[in-house]
T-cell receptor, first 112, second 117 residues
């Protein structure tokens, strides 16, 4: 990818379980964002976390950011079959907040 | 919420044809729009940054003469794939960012699947 890697590449869980995805990036950032993509569709913005924040919540989503390790994690609690999608992290550059670079993505499959 | 419309959603055409893809921000103004390319089961690759009223900025390795970008207004950017060949077949996605800029998410279109025969 242009910016970093995500792991796992694929994750399969049962409905009701929690799903954790990790993202690592290469350069210093202003913001990190998580997006979701259903197959063959565009991306939907989930959550943005700024470089001076360590944790953020939105509904069943919890995002953490560790700038010293250049990594972030996305936790989806009590997963549902409808959460099945690919999840990408995206980062800007500290000297250019305008461009986003995407991680390699995690394909999540939630089995009913 | 912010809506970005991308058109067409699917194009199938013969090799050598030029194809134009439109990206519109419907309920907000965007001085900057972005064009991405996505290969099957891979991540999004930023191709270029489209700036209203000025030339686009292309990422390294992207041919500007091949992928022509025009950003004529605060709500419309177009990507033209010129003389398309089978290797140009891909999923192209645009995004737009609110004028407020810093700290704002990008809003994505639904993508255009381009198939060159």
């Amino acid at each position: 990818s242009q910016q970093g890697e995500e792991d796992p590449q694929a994750l399969s869980i049962q409905e009701g379980e929690n799903a954790t995805m990790n993202c690592s990036y290469k350069t210093s950032i202003n913001n990190l964002q998580w997006y979701r993509q259903n197959s063959g569709r565009g991306l939907v913005h989930l959550i943005l976390i700024r470089s001076n924040e360590r944790e953020k919540h939105s509904g069943r989503l919890r995002v953490t950011l560790d700038t010293s390790k250049k990594s972030s994690s996305l936790l989806i609690t009590a997963s549902r079959a409808a959460d099945t999608a690919s999840y990408f992290c995206a980062t800007d550059r500290v000297y250019n907040f305008n461009k986003f670079y995407f991680g390699s993505g995690t394909k999540l499959n939630v089995k009913p | 919420g912010a809506v970005v419309s991308q058109h067409p959603s699917w194009v199938i055409c013969k090799s050598g044809t030029s194809v134009k893809i439109e990206c519109r921000s419907l309920d907000f103004q965007a001085t900057t729009m972005f064009w991405y390319r996505q290969f099957p089961k891979q991540s999004l690759m930023l191709m270029a940054t489209s700036n209203e009223g000025s030339k686009a900025t292309y990422e390294q390795g992207v041919e500007k003469d091949k992928f022509l970008i025009n950003h004529a207004s605060l709500t419309l950017s177009t990507l033209t794939v010129t003389s398309a060949h089978p290797e140009d077949s891909s999923f192209y996605i645009c995004s737009a960012r609110d004028l407020r800029g810093r700290g704002q998410p990008q809003h994505f279109g639904d993508g255009t699947r381009l198939s060159i025969l």
